[in-house]
């Protein structure tokens, strides 16, 4: 992990971005939402609305219509979604003491019934203590189990024993389709406007957001994943602050978590872009989470493979424009003791196709280590069907 803080901070100082830390992908510049600038702490106006919800995150109940559906969601969602403040120790002024201060801050997720949160790396980064504000006003230390600034996803534990005001369980991303619904809940702006409820659509997936920077294994500049994990692309408002909150579907059930916005397109003369917002999957999140708190390694198919677009397989001379190219296997790994051969194109797994909205690399972060997958093959034109167990995924 330490080797991946000190690339990842590297990486950083040299991005090429036009202000601020930012991503771009074919000119467009991402800016991740962390609040840089403190905020005074404010409690909630109103917090009537929990007494209908239990810490254990009820589920809801059937809605006639798609308001109440909305309502449902937030009602069962919202008491789960804390504000996470990032304070270091600095100083207010140059003559001043040093103490700690709000050096940022972001939101979060309660998602296990066990007091664990979910929030981006980028909100909890470097901070000397990590504080999470609840919706009913009570402030308490969390501890950080882990982080992974590649995916930007942290988890927190909240004080044991500490009473949950709501837990909002995390969704099979995999299933998600452009258009369905979903509600985007966080602090932006801070304390401020705790909790705020925005909506939208699930405006596509399998998003990459690109920058140009540095990369530090073959020393060359090129274009590199902010984000190194397919992306849900949302227009749901989110802003400043809306760092580390869910993205939720009618359920009240978790889909992503919003990392970072796209506010210009430096093509087109540094035009305005409005409801370009983009979510980590929570299928990578739930991963992360069986590895760091219970030890339960997510699965490996021991391959390199390139996802097919139509244009890679027009330059390649590939009949088929939707899969995965597998360019290398790991000796002993589970895809050479599946038969799965340099060339292959895999193009289903368990059943569902790989295509502009799913990639493979997104699909198998639901298996685990040990368990089974069905892998639908293009063998030079040979359909092969292969049964494969999965490996366990090596971390760094």
């Given at each position: 992990m330490n080797r991946f803080l000190t690339t990842a901070l590297a990486f950083a100082l040299l991005l090429s971005a036009a202000v601020g830390v930012g991503a771009a992908s074919g000119g467009l510049t991402a800016w991740w939402l962390l609040e840089r600038r403190g905020a005074a702490e404010t409690p909630p106006a109103d917090a009537t609305d929990l007494a209908a919800t239990g810490a254990g995150g009820a589920l809801l109940a059937t809605s006639t219509t798609e308001d109440d559906a909305f309502l449902d969601a937030v009602r069962a969602t919202r008491p789960a979604v804390v504000t996470v403040l990032n304070l270091r120790f600095g100083r207010s002024s140059p003559f001043a003491p040093v103490k700690l201060i709000t050096a940022g801050s972001g939101s979060g997720v309660i998602f296990d019934a066990r007091g664990y949160v979910a929030t981006n790396a980028h909100v909890v980064h470097e901070a000397s203590q990590i504080e999470v504000l609840f919706i009913d006003g009570r402030r308490v230390q969390a501890t950080l189990v882990n982080e992974d600034p590649r995916y930007d996803v942290a988890i927190l534990r909240l004080p044991e024993g500490e009473k949950l005001p709501a837990v909002a369980p995390l969704a099979d991303s995999s299933q998600l389709e452009p258009g369905m619904r979903v509600l985007a809940i966080g602090s932006p702006l801070g304390t401020d406007y705790q909790n705020t409820v925005t909506t939208g659509i699930i405006a596509g997936l399998n998003r990459r957001v690109k920058q140009q920077g540095f990369d530090l294994r073959t020393f060359e500049y090129r274009s590199l994943d902010v984000v190194d994990v397919p992306l849900i692309q949302t227009d749901a408002a989110i802003n400043v602050g809306n760092s580390g909150g869910p993205l939720i579907d009618l359920k009240g059930e978790v889909v992503g978590l919003n990392t970072l916005v796209v506010r210009r397109d430096q093509n087109a003369g540094s035009a305005a872009i409005e409801g370009f917002g983009f979510s980590v999957p929570?299928?990578?999140?739930?991963?992360?989470?069986?590895?760091?708190?219970?030890?339960?390694?997510?699965?490996?198919l021991g391959l390199e493979a390139v996802e097919l677009d139509p244009s890679f397989a027009?330059?390649?001379?590939?009949?088929?424009?939707?899969?995965?190219?597998?360019?290398?296997?790991?000796?002993?790994?589970?895809?050479?003791?599946?038969?799965?051969?340099?060339?292959?194109?895999?193009?289903?797994?368990?059943?569902?196709?790989?295509?502009?909205?799913?990639?493979?690399?997104?699909l198998l972060w639901r298996y685990r280590a040990g368990e089974r997958m069905r892998l639908d093959v293009d063998r030079y034109g040979q359909m092969v069907e292969l049964e494969i167990t999965l490996g366990a995924w090596a971390e760094e």
């Open positions: 929570s299928n990578l999140i739930q991963a992360l989470a069986d590895s760091w708190i219970d030890g339960r390694p997510r699965g490996d027009r330059e390649h001379g590939l009949s088929r424009a939707a899969g995965a190219v597998v360019q290398r296997l790991t000796a002993g790994g589970a895809g050479e003791q599946g038969d799965l051969k340099v060339g292959d194109i895999i193009v289903a797994v368990d059943g569902q196709p790989l295509n502009i909205d799913r990639a493979l690399s997104d």
